[in-house]
């Protein structure tokens, strides 16, 4: 015998334990109907939890990225004040945000398609559903003792491998949501933990700096060179700012003593 | 034939393709007792295909057990393996 037809041999004993708890048929009906609207409500609440997890991901890459976004210009800074070493700091731990996340952008996608999977699942089995209650009432209604027997136990065996294979997708994507909540945790500490704060803070980890260091030397060098080619040509339009900006205060300190000189 | 693709739902297949299919199955199991994944991968992928191109979808109000229920596209080897080993894998 092949896998596939032990595999639906595994399906078919649970539906028969289900049916053997049962003395009249009718019973067994509404017993399955009850089994189906719960794991309906199940499902729905699986479709429900992954979402959840879903918009905590797309949260935590908004902020990783306004995180990102802030070093980058750091190190702009840095790198304008001739602080070189600063300015690579910043785009080393840059460099570690980005790869967190790209990561995050995986689980993300992994999470979508689990939500798609049991959003179908939801409606394959809302439909199925609504044909059982149909025919259970059907099968109540034209109720004989001899037929009834068979029609039960064909449509509940019939649907019993559908609550089977609709319990399998949740638990799979409960399991799935539960792996990456527990990754989505330890992002959280990080943000909370104050690792991604401004770089010119103290408490660095040096160790964790020079890993990442090592391991993104290269997009550092690049980034730096970059930054490097754009800040050449505007050096003396900052040097002027910086100058103007020097002026205008001493203007303000003589008008504001000439003023102190005239009320005098 | 009834088939059930898990995740998808149950497709109505011709008898006819039975040996085909059951070629499909016996490189599954080998695949499974071998441990290779990427038989495993190929001859699922294949078996997959094979219902999809050959079955038409059940309608919702036919309720009937099916004669092959075969894991999603996405199964591992070891998950196929979990659910063919461990009732428990399957909630009642």
Redesign the interface.
């Known amino acids: 015998m092949?896998?596939?037809?032990?595999?639906?041999l595994?399906?078919?004993?649970?539906?028969n334990?289900?049916m053997d708890k049962m003395e009249d048929p009718r019973e067994t009906l509404d017993y399955s109907y009850q089994k189906q609207l719960e794991l309906l409500q199940k499902v729905r609440r699986g479709v429900a939890d992954v979402a959840t997890s879903r918009k905590r991901i797309e949260l935590q890459i908004a902020r990783l990225k306004q995180e990102s976004d802030k070093l980058h210009s750091q190190a702009q800074k840095a790198l304008a004040m001739s602080r070189e070493d600063l300015a690579r700091e910043a785009l080393t731990r840059r460099s570690g945000l980005e790869q967190q996340i790209s990561d995050l952008a995986t689980q993300h996608a992994s999470l979508q398609a689990e939500e798609e999977?049991l959003t179908?699942?939801a409606q394959?089995l809302q439909?199925?559903v609504?044909?059982?209650r149909?025919?259970k009432e059907t099968i109540k209604a034209t109720y004989t003792a001899a037929q009834a027997q068979t029609q039960v136990t064909?449509?509940?065996?019939?649907?019993s491998?559908?609550l089977?294979?609709v319990?399998?997708?949740?638990?799979r994507a409960e399991d799935r949501t539960a792996e990456l909540q527990a990754r989505a945790g330890a992002v959280d500490e990080l943000l909370a933990s104050g690792a991604l704060e401004d770089v010119t803070g103290t408490g660095k980890d040096d160790i964790t700096a020079e890993l990442e260091r090592m391991a993104s030397t290269n997009d550092v060098e690049l980034e730096l060179e970059r930054m490097k080619a754009q800040l050449t040509p505007g050096t003396s339009a900052t040097a002027a700012a910086i100058e103007g900006g020097d002026a205008a205060g001493t203007d303000a300190g003589e008008a504001s003593a000439s003023g102190e000189g005239t009320q005098q | 034939m009834i088939i059930?693709i898990?995740?998808e739902?149950q497709y109505q297949i011709d008898a006819e393709k039975l040996a085909d299919l059951?070629d499909l199955?016996?490189a599954?199991?080998h695949a499974?007792s071998v441990g290779d994944v990427e038989e495993f991968r190929a001859a699922l992928t294949r078996l997959l295909t094979e219902v999809h191109d050959y079955g038409t979808p059940v309608a919702?109000?036919?309720?009937?057990?099916?004669?092959?229920?075969?894991?999603p596209a996405d199964a591992t080897l070891e998950d196929?393996k979990a659910?063919?080993s461990d009732?428990g894998?399957?909630?009642?």
Do not use: H
Not at chain 1, 2 to 8: A, D, I, Y
Not at chain 1, 167 to 171: D, F, K, M, Y
Not at chain 2, 65 to 71: A, I, Q, T
Not at chain 2, 89 to 92: E, M, N, T, V, Y
């Open positions: 092949g896998v596939f037809s032990r595999m639906s595994i399906f078919r004993s649970k539906a334990k289900a999977k179908l699942a394959r439909a199925k609504e044909a059982f149909t025919r064909e449509a509940v065996t019939g649907i491998e559908e089977g294979d319990g399998l997708a949740v638990q | 059930r898990l995740g739902g059951n199955d016996r599954v199991e499974i919702d109000d036919v309720f009937t057990e099916s004669d092959l229920v075969l894991p196929v659910m063919l009732e894998l399957l909630p009642g």
